[in-house]
């Protein structure tokens, strides 16, 4: 049974840090990019970054830009999201999610209907 399991999460005053953990079992993602997504009370999912298989590129929201890193530990199956300067709007739920297509070694998508497996998702709560 595949499984993403995401961690990390909690609750943080404004100008804080948080680092999430997303740990795959079931099978490996290390051919696969894979991506962080975040959906906040009565709006839609988004997104949020994403990482090519290997690490080697990296693709982040706008909104996010300069505050969150995506990171990959291919041999622990695990993705990181690394978040700095966290604002009361980044309050949601994340989701980290991997996409099974097979797109090159710099392949990413920031769409969320490309990903074909989902976590549970982690709460982050930014207080201001």
């Known amino acids: 049974q595949v499984q993403l399991v995401e961690s990390g999460g909690g609750l943080v005053q404004a100008g804080g840090s948080l680092t999430l953990s997303c740990a795959a079992s079931?099978?490996?993602?290390?051919?696969?990019?894979m991506g962080w997504f975040r959906q906040a009370p009565g709006k839609e999912r988004e997104f949020v970054a994403a990482?090519?298989?290997?690490?080697?590129?990296?693709h982040y929201a706008d909104s996010v830009e300069g505050r969150f890193t995506i990171s990959r530990d291919n041999a622990k199956n695990t993705i990181y999201l690394q978040m700095n300067m966290l604002k009361p709007e980044d309050t949601a739920v994340y989701y980290c999610?991997?996409?099974?297509?097979?797109?090159?070694?710099?392949?990413?998508?920031?769409?969320?209907?490309?990903?074909?497996?989902w976590g549970q998702g982690t709460q982050v709560t930014v207080s201001s």
């Open positions: 990482i090519t298989w290997n690490g080697g590129r990296e």
């Open positions: 999610a991997a996409d099974l297509s097979y797109g090159g070694p710099y392949y990413y998508s920031d769409s969320a209907s490309d990903y074909n497996y």
């Open positions: 079931g099978r490996t993602f290390a051919s696969h990019a």
